[in-house]
């Protein structure tokens, strides 16, 4: 009887990066002065934002910051992965995460997983003007706040807490326009500077947006 062969190099199925674009590490820094990866080709997952965990079926809290390579056309897979092709077109400069990740033995990738992760701050530099607007929208918009309402609620939100989420999503709006305006980048930048807009990440509680006279309220689905 033959037996199975052991998988020991990658295959180029696409699994992998179908499944989202790495964290970005310190090491990685360079790609980014070298231009190898361009800031409109980042998100930012902010301190404190819930991500939902495949593995526990449940939003999490996660508890540092991260830079990741976004996604395409609104699904999880690497905005630098091309279908047609199964590749990377940025194969000679991809970062640290794809370079050690091996589908068949992920211990590299575990060895690493949450260590030396970079951050907006060690990206942009301190003179920039948006760098004030960051800081104003970590201050007035606080996931710390929403996750600390939003457990103490456990599941079922009253009337004020849902006018108190609402206030903070509108917050988060008029801030990220003034920058916009003030500033004068592209959306792509958005959310690299700001990370996924409050009512998108509320979403995953079933609190659902809706206009009213102008401003955002939210209703529990």
Known sequence: MSKRKLKNECERCGTCCLKGGPALHIEDQELLQQNSI??????????GEPVYSFKQNRPEWIKVELIKLKG????????F?????????IYQHRPLECIVLKCWDTAELEA????????RF?????????IEYIH????????????????????AINKNSLAQLSE?????????????????????LELFYFGRPLFK????????????NGRIELIQD
């Open 122 to 130: 060690d990206i942009i530099p301190e003179h920039e003007p948006v």
């Open 201 to 212: 990440i509320l979403s995953q509680f079933a609190l659902i947006p809706r206009e009213v």
């Open 72 to 79: 395409i056309h609104g699904e999880w897979s690497c905005v």
């Open 136 to 155: 104003r929208h970590e201050e007035e918009c606080s996931l710390e706040f929403i996750e600390q309402l939003l457990i103490k609620q456990n599941g």
């Open 81 to 89: 992965y091309d279908k047609n092709s199964s590749s990377c077109s």
């Open 168 to 188: 903070l999503v509108n917050k988060d709006l008029v801030l990220r326009s003034e920058a916009l305006a003030n500033l004068n980048f592209t959306l792509n």
């Open 38 to 47: 361009d800031r409109e080709s980042l998100i930012t997952i902010r301190k």
């Open 112 to 119: 690493i997983a949450g260590k030396s992760l970079l951050s």
